[in-house]
């Protein structure tokens, strides 16, 4: 079992550049989410998706846009890179409608704008 | 959005000794979630604690989720340096699917 696939590991931006992170998930997930982790600040979510064509902010969603066109794609695109986006990104699935489902991670990308 | 505190922030121990890890807010959640993670690697789902009262065991691990459904903590009996890790928690809407995740603990088993 794939899980939750993301790419790239790893990506070094210039200020000002767009990009686009890919996470893919093959568990028929409906809820899909990105969060970002930096030292001392633990996992704050930036945007997230109960299922596709419906998608919602989160606690830090600023320069960050995403779409939700199929069940299995949740990309998060940087519209215009800044340093304060150096960061590891992560992606998470899980089931809806249960308190006790848990969610799958992605094994990250770390992100450094210069 | 649920404020959720975790002490201690850095632990160091010995292999071989106990430990407990605090997980704490003002709220009341629906639902409680342990994860640890890796260097380089994304969070693991450990346990999720539902029940006010309720305990929970995972081998040498063993969570407990308060009565009142604000606190919840781990414990870990004869750590092994395998247990180093970042340990999370993590407290679910009371409805909807979003996790808010406290800051972490960083565990170090010294051999």
């Known amino acids: 079992n794939a899980g939750v696939t993301q790419t790239p590991k790893f990506q070094v931006l210039k200020t000002g550049q767009s990009m686009t992170l890919q996470c893919a998930q093959d568990m028929n997930h409906e809820y899909m989410s990105w969060y970002r982790q930096d030292p001392g600040m633990g996992l704050r979510l930036i945007h997230y998706?109960?299922?596709?064509?419906?998608?919602d902010q989160g606690e830090v969603p600023n320069g960050y846009n995403v779409s939700r066109s199929t069940t299995e794609d949740f990309p998060l695109r940087l519209l215009s890179a800044a340093p304060s986006q150096t960061s590891v990104y992560f992606c998470?699935?899980?089931?809806?409608?249960?308190?006790?489902?848990?969610?799958?991670f992605g094994s990250g990308t770390r992100l450094t704008v210069v | 959005t649920q404020l959720l505190e975790q002490s201690p922030q850095f632990l160091s121990i010995q292999e071989g000794e106990n430990l407990t890890v605090y997980c704490n807010s003002s709220s009341v959640f629906s639902s409680l979630q342990w994860y640890r993670q890796e260097p380089g690697e994304g969070p693991v789902l450990l346990v999720t604690?539902?029940?006010?009262?309720e305990v929970k065991k995972l081998k040498r691990l063993t969570f407990q989720f308060g009565d009142a459904r604000k606190d919840s903590s781990l414990h870990i009996t004869a750590a092994q340096t395998g247990d180093t890790g970042l340990y999370l928690c993590?407290?679910?809407?009371?409805?909807?699917?979003?996790?808010?995740f406290g800051e972490g603990t960083q565990l170090t088993v010294n051999p």
């Open positions: 993590a407290a679910k809407e009371t409805s909807g699917s979003r996790l808010t």
């Open positions: 604690v539902v029940t006010g009262g």
């Open positions: 998470a699935s899980s089931r809806t409608g249960g308190r006790i489902y848990g969610y799958t």
């Open positions: 998706s109960v299922g596709a064509g419906i998608t």
